[in-house]
């Protein structure tokens, strides 16, 4: 089981247009693990905010914590302090071990609790907007989920869902440098050592290239860029029970010289 905590940073995020419910379950359905992916802490920190959006954390469990600002005069509220310090409890208490940490907010200060919690052998995931600037945030994580993928149509109103297909002018990785990276690591692979998680293959790019994420390249999800070479011949997957991943073969060399 894979313990995993969730803060919504309220005031950093589009929570007029925001699909929660779809968010939240890309948080579950894009973990290449054998792992039971559980939810245990979500909360939401902020003090504006609408009571549509409330509905939508409360659905989702959320506890929604109160974060005022200082005076009138001061715009800033204190959610970032609130997440980090509940965040880095977590580690000091242990009552219920976190593995994954994922901050939704387009707040860069997030950046030193992430890397902190990486030094602490913790997995961390940032939501953030695709038009951030990402050069800082790239290290201090180890995977980026992006708003974008999440709002709902502006056609359909809230019922109807934006495609999620990514537009590759928007993506700092391209679709080549992605396929080196790939066909880089699975030719240095055993092809005896079948099968082995998907996940495998995308945490030995990420070594190879710090701050690679899936998310910076054309591709919605890694097990598309995976299908690309299922296609081609070079690799075979499937799920197992828990409807995770496996490569279950892969031609030797890929065919790379």
């Not at 659905?59 to 009138?72: E, M």
Request: glycine fraction near 4%.
């Amino acid at each position: 089981m894979k313990r995993v905590a969730v803060y919504f940073d309220i005031e950093n995020m589009p929570t007029k247009s925001l699909d929660v419910d779809k968010l939240m379950q890309d948080l579950v359905m894009q973990d290449d693990s054998d792992e039971e992916i559980v939810l245990s802490i979500r909360r939401a920190y902020g003090s504006n905010t609408t009571n549509d959006f409330k509905k939508k954390l409360l659905n989702q469990n959320f506890v929604i914590i109160d974060t005022p600002h200082l005076s009138d005069s001061y715009s800033k509220n204190r959610a970032d302090m609130f997440i980090s310090v509940d965040a880095v409890e977590t580690i000091l208490v242990d009552k219920l071990p976190v593995e994954r940490y994922v901050f939704a907010t387009s707040d860069s200060d997030f950046t030193v609790v992430a890397t902190m919690l990486r030094k602490y052998g913790r997995d961390v995931w940032l939501i953030i907007s695709r038009t951030k600037d990402r050069k800082i945030l790239n290290t201090a994580c180890s995977k980026m989920l992006f708003f974008e993928d999440y709002i709902y149509s502006s056609q359909t109103g809230s019922n109807g869902k934006e495609s999620s297909k990514k537009n590759e002018n928007n993506t700092s990785i391209s679709k080549n440098e992605a396929q080196r990276l790939f066909e880089m690591v699975v030719s240095k692979i055993d092809p005896s050592r079948v099968p082995f998680n998907l996940s495998v293959i995308y945490d030995r790019m990420k070594n190879l290239e710090p701050g690679f994420s899936i998310g910076l390249s054309p591709y919605a999800k890694f097990s598309d860029l995976a299908t690309e070479y299922e296609n081609k011949l070079l690799v075979t997957k499937r799920k197992n029970g828990h409807a995770h991943i496996l490569v279950v073969e892969i031609i030797e060399n890929l065919g790379i010289k």
